[in-house]
Each structure stands twice: as C-alpha cells, then as structure tokens.
C-alpha cells in the first residue's frame, strides 16, 4: 500500500480528500478509493508545475461522477495561474510514447506546458487513448513513471472509458483481449456484476478452441463455470487480442448461438449478443519501425468471417476514436474542470488535440469540430513520430502537420499569442473611436 504526501505546491495541506501517492510503489487498487494524484519520487517532497492541472482535473472527473449519481458538491474557484481559454488533448502511442519509452520531445512538451514558457502559463491537458486493457489508474500509473510527472486518473479518457456506462444494461458478459485477468478487471471495476473471459469458456470445454491450450497460470486464473446453462448477453473487446484464432472462433460461436448460450446455433444468425469494440484502429505505433495491427483489424476479420458463414453482414459497435462520444466525454471533462477552476460552466474556446493516427485521431477532432454537438473549436495537429509517416498524404487533413508533440504545443500556443494580440488590437482601435466619437459629441 502506497503512503501519501500531505503537501501542496505552495506548502499547505492539499484539497480535501486529494491523495498524493508514489508512481513507483502505488497500486492501481490504491488509485481506485479516491481522488488521487500519482507523483514520481522526485517530487513527493517538492510538488512539481504539473501538480496543479492534475489535480484539478482529478476533481473535476470526481465531480463529474458525482453529478452521474446525484450527489453535487459544487467547487469554489481557487487562484490559480492556469489559462481557461484553450486546452491540449493528447494521444499517447505515437504521440508521448513509443515501444513504451518517452519520445525525447515529449518531457520538454509537458514543461512548457506547465510553465515553462516565456510567458509563464500554465495550459491544461487531458489523455485520450484507444488503448485498452487496462484501467485508467494503470494508464495513470505508468505514464507518471515514463514522463517522470504527476499526472491523476482524471486526465485519462480511453477506447473503453465509456463502455462504463453499459454496466447497468447487461448482467452476464464476455470480456475480450489483455494480458491474463487484467480486462476482467477493468470490467469488474467499471460495475459489470458477471464477467467472463475466453480461458473460463476454455476451460469448461478445452475443445472449443482445438489450437489452444490453457497455461497452468490461465488454468488457475480462469473461473469453472458450466457454460451449457450461461445466457452471455454482450461480448466487449477491451484490448487487442493476445490469440485472434482461439478469440475470434469463441466470439464467433456466440454471435451464431441463440441468445449467446454456447453449443447452440440460430437458425436466423441474427440472436447472438450485440459486440462492442473499445476502438477501431486498424494499425497503430509500437518500437517496430512498421506500423502493426490492432483491433480495427479484429474487427473486420470477424465481419468478414462471419459473412461467409453466414451469407450475412455483422453488426458492430466501436467506441473510442473517431467516434463522437469520445468527443463528447473530453469536453464534458474539460468543461467541468473549467467551472471548478475559473467559475465559467463552459468547456475551453479552443482544444488542441495532438495525434499521430489520421484515421482516428485526426478524423474524429475533425468530424467532431464540424459537427452540431461541438460546443467549442477542435483543432486538429498531426505529428510524424507514430503511425504517419512524412511524403504520405492522410486521408484525414490536419489543420496542421508537424514533426513531434514538442512542436504541436508550441503551434498551438503561438496562434493563441497571435489570437490575444489581435483581440486586444481591436479592442484598442474600439477604445480608441468611441474617445474620437466623445470628443466630436
């Protein structure tokens, strides 16, 4: 169990409730009881510039859930030196990260970002990756450690974050992709009451998938069940899958079963469970200097398959980016953050999101911009450090392409300077004709 810090950045006791725990000892259950802000060994002594966006967008976030469950305690606006005007939203793999090593511009980006720049602001940042499989405090955890900076659960969005939402609508479900238990445990932490996973199918009957065989830890890990009697109601792909034909031939038993009870076919291929995936990059950035495959792929393998099977087109659902809701979700975040810290119930004028993968993260900034249930402005910076490659041309056009996250955030902020100077140039040349129109009079 991690021990917290009780220092702010000014040297007194932080806000009620907000924990300051190690990035190098705390677990992601210490993480799950409370408002929690992750702060590498350097700092626990010395809170560093990152400190204050943390946690209040952790608060935010906390508020946010309170809201969901109608219980409101409203916050009272603190001084504070952080900028409400614009925002920066940020993908990870590719973008901050690859082969799971900081790109070098990366630390530099989130200095500026907190500070250090010449005009002395701070500018408020969020997380949103498709990255799955592990829970938000996990994302949290390992971040902190690879950017050496504190950061809080509340600035992470991912592919699943809002499958949280579908706890309540189904009991029995079938949790897909990860490393070992890990998904089963994002499900269980987001409120799902019966989670399963392809090793318990596997291990009640071990022919289901000829080619694969359980470990002895997946044999120990994996829970008895007598599937025969099990209605499985909705398949989640949390994650990538770690074996595509053991998975896919699981999943596509289900879906042809009748009400997703295995050993069972339809008639009509139409009564299996509803399938839902956490993203749908169909490439994505690793250390290998070639793209590799994700879960987008899964995806249309297994609309593939299943249409030959079946004569029939599949069904699917995917969540995080480009789909709109993922959208939906940052702003409502940064809007909330915006009315704890500044007193203004609205998100930030500007956000720039900052994204190595035109076919989701360039696509959904701008899909989302352009759409009616855009409150502000999404402008869309590509970077060439991930899944983009300079001489290509995206099918999805940036508003701005630059080498690294470095230069993304120093765009940003230069049109936001150019922004202020003409706002104040025109309010000048105002003050200016209303004195002259004075004088006249």
């Known amino acids: 169990m991690a021990t917290a810090s009780t220092l702010s950045p000014f040297g007194a006791r932080p806000k009620p409730g907000i924990r300051r725990l190690s990035s190098m000892t705390a677990t992601r259950e ?32 906390h508020h946010i859930d309170q809201v969901a469950s109608g219980e409101i305690s409203p916050a009272t606006p603190q001084p504070t030196t952080t900028t409400d005007a614009f925002a920066y939203a940020f993908d990870i793999d590719g973008v901050l990260i690859r082969g799971g090593k900081p790109i070098p511009e990366a630390v530099e980006a989130m200095k500026v970002l907190n500070g250090q720049n010449e005009w002395g602001i701070k500018v408020p940042y969020i997380f949103v990756t498709n990255g799955g499989g592990k829970t938000e405090e996990e994302r949290c955890l390992q971040l902190s450690q690879q950017l050496e ?91 990538d899958s770690r074996d595509w034909a053991g998975d896919q031939q699981i999943i596509l038993d289900l879906l042809m079963s009748k009400n997703g009870r295995l050993g069972t076919r339809s008639e009509t291929f139409d009564e299996g469970p509803p399938i839902f995936f956490s993203h749908n990059d169909v490439v994505w950035s690793t250390s290998h200097e070639l ?18 099977v079946t004569g029939k087109e599949l069904k699917t659902t995917a969540y995080g980016k480009p789909q709109i809701g993922t959208f939906q979700f940052a702003t409502r975040l940064l809007q909330q953050w915006r009315k704890d810290t500044h007193g203004i119930d609205s998100p930030p004028e500007t956000v720039y999101f900052v994204g190595d993968t035109p076919e989701s993260d360039i696509r959904g900034t701008n899909e989302y911009n352009e759409s009616p249930l ?48 003409r706002n104040k140039t025109i309010a000048s040349s105002r003050e200016k004709g209303e004195a002259l129109m004075d004088e006249e009079q």
């Open 149 to 239: 900076i504190e950061v809080s659960p509340g600035q992470f969005i991912c592919g699943h974050t809002p499958m949280r939402e579908m706890a309540e609508h189904y009991n029995t479900v079938l949790v897909v992709g990860g490393e070992g238990e890990k998904c089963r445990l994002v499900a269980e932490g987001y409120g799902f009451k019966d989670v399963v996973t392809p090793g318990d199918i596997i291990k009640d009957n071990q022919d289901t998938t000829p080619f694969r065989k359980l470990t002895e830890d997946e044999i120990r890990d994996s829970k008895a069940r007598n599937f025969s009697e099990i209605d499985i109601e909705a398949i989640f792909v949390f994650a």
């Open 30 to 61: 210490d993480l799950a009881t409370g408002p929690t802000v992750v702060v590498p060994p350097k700092h626990m002594m010395a809170p560093s510039n990152a400190h204050e966006v943390a946690e209040a967008m952790e608060m935010a976030k």
């Open 291 to 308: 793209t590799r495959i994700g879960m987008g792929a899964l995806r249309a393998s297994l609309e593939a398959m299943f249409k030959a």
């Open 374 to 421: 855009s409150e502000n402005t999404w402008y869309s910076i590509l970077v060439r450090t991930g899944v983009y490659r300079k001489g290509s041309t995206p099918r999805f056009e940036p508003k701005a392409t630059v080498d690294n996250v470095l230069d993304a955030v120093n765009h940003g902020m230069q049109l936001e300077l150019t922004k202020l100077l």
